[in-house]
């Protein structure tokens, strides 16, 4: 099938497909007039790596994740180890986005937020 369907059928943009081959997590075949042709196995890889980004995977985690998954003997305690970064990553960005959100609470909390022009927020962001 060519590009367009397998953007759609793998619930992907065309530039991301597009994009995925270029840099080689999928390889479909060559036409003689150089369309793309992609193959089931194709789309099965596309879904695959839609699915991996969207927990936050980086492009070379997808890489490893689909070779991996293409290796019928492979070590599930690698894919595990895999998971285990992505979720201390996550962590780390939570207790990141908490120390902001607590900042921020803190600096909004103490504005008044009427017609006067002192702003503590404003201040806290400038450092005073």
Do not use: H, W
């Not at 369309?35 to 099965?44: A, L, Q, V």
């Not at 207790?95 to 607590?102: F, H, K, P, T």
């Amino acid at each position: 099938m060519k590009i367009q369907q397998a953007a759609t059928l793998s619930e992907l943009p065309v530039k991301t497909v597009r994009y995925y081959d270029e840099i080689e997590l999928v390889s479909p075949d060559r036409q003689d007039n150089g369309y793309r042709f992609y193959s089931d196995k194709d789309i099965e890889k596309l879904r695959f790596l839609g699915r991996a980004r969207s927990l936050g995977f980086s492009l070379e985690d997808c890489r490893q994740l689909l070779s991996l998954y293409e290796d019928k003997n492979r070590a599930s305690s690698e894919v595990k180890s895999i998971a285990e970064s992505k979720i201390l990553e996550i962590e780390a960005k939570l207790i990141e986005l908490q120390s902001l959100r607590d900042t921020l609470t803190k600096l909004a909390d103490s504005c008044s937020g009427d017609e006067r022009p002192d702003c503590p927020i404003l201040e806290g962001l400038a450092g005073n």
